[in-house]
């Protein structure tokens, strides 16, 4: 969403999408989205956010593997993230965590190989499968 626009302005809500997982280029770097629900829209300012994203999705390498699900990993449950997914393209999974109370439980790791469905009640309707994810990869 561009700085500065109705949508930020407004509040209007953002659906994420298939295609918005196709954005991210195959680069070899890492790259990662966030979402912020419409009731904290007041966490945007015009310069950066200030203030805890209710949804961070790291798309990693083996590279920052380590940092992902060590100092990033806590540093988001310390501040108030409601979930951490981790995306895996060389092994195909998404780690997902989510909070309980104030830390985060076990993953829930899902995996291409098991056919399982990315969901969230974060972003209601949101459904995709670990083939439509990882095969963009491809």
């Not at 951490?84 to 092994?91: A, E, G, N």
Request: with cysteine; glycine share 8%; charged share 35%.
């Amino acid at each position: 969403m561009p700085e500065g626009s109705d949508e930020m302005r407004t509040g209007h809500s953002v659906k994420l999408t298939y295609d918005d997982f196709l954005l991210f280029p195959d680069d070899g770097q890492r790259h990662e989205l966030i979402d912020i629900s419409k009731v904290r829209r007041e966490v945007l300012t015009t310069q950066n956010v200030r203030g805890a994203p209710d949804l961070v999705i790291e798309v990693g390498s083996p590279g920052t593997r380590r940092r992902d699900e060590t100092i990033k990993r806590r540093l988001f449950e310390r501040s108030g993230v409601p979930e951490y997914w981790i995306v895996d393209p060389d092994l195909d999974v998404v780690r997902r965590y989510r909070r309980e109370g104030d830390v985060y439980g076990r993953p829930l790791e899902l995996s291409l190989e098991a056919g399982d469905v990315v969901t969230t009640p974060l972003l209601p309707g949101l459904e995709l499968t670990l083939a439509e994810i990882f095969s963009a990869a491809c």
